[in-house]
């Protein structure tokens, strides 16, 4: 994962980045814990200006979360609902699940999005839910766009102070992503079959 993304990123430059944080954010097994430390490595290194990347990276993630947002929007709780009635053991999330996650976040919509975006793997789901309330588009906006552009400072700014030092955490940091994201597969194929198991039970 690691050569993959600094391959993406000394090729393609900022463009790379953005498309990357698009794709983490519709994908979340690609991790911005990756994408922007290294693309603040880079920005150090004077590939381009750490702002620049600022800019760019909060973009592409904005982007990516209204996908997610759009789709949800546009599905409706209801459909929603029935639709884990039928298939949500894929989702790994029954109903019930599902209604108490909304209800909390009817009572905490903007601040649940703000905050989720500084979570790993939430920053991506938390979209679903506020589609699903039907917050306000601007309101999702503004929320979702200040979380990922604090998030992605924090992660930027740890690259870009690492500097030289990087280079050092390189050979540990591609076994670990790799890892993550192996585990992250394993635990949904848990999850699934536990769910099969619950409704032969």
Known sequence: MF??????IEQGGLLAVGLLMILE???????????????GFKAAQG????????????????VGT???????????????LRFLDRHGVWLTMSREEAETAMAWF???GPVAVFLGRLVPTVRTLISVPAGLSEMSFLSF??????GSATWIAILAGAGYLLEDNYERVEHWVNPVSTFVVVAM???????????FQKRRA
């Open 47 to 62: 590939s381009f200006s750490l702002f620049g990347l600022l800019i760019v990276a909060a973009l592409g993630s904005t």
């Open 66 to 80: 209204l996908l997610w947002y759009g789709l949800a929007r546009a599905w409706g709780r209801d459909r929603f």
């Open 25 to 39: 954010n519709v994908f979340p097994p690609i991790p911005s814990e990756l994408i922007v430390p290294l693309a």
């Open 141 to 146: 906006l503004l929320y979702t766009t200040a």
């Open 185 to 195: 597969v394993a635990l949904y194929l848990y999850r699934v079959l536990r769910g």
């Open 106 to 108: 009817q009572r905490h």
């Open 3 to 8: 050569d993959f993304i600094i391959g993406w």
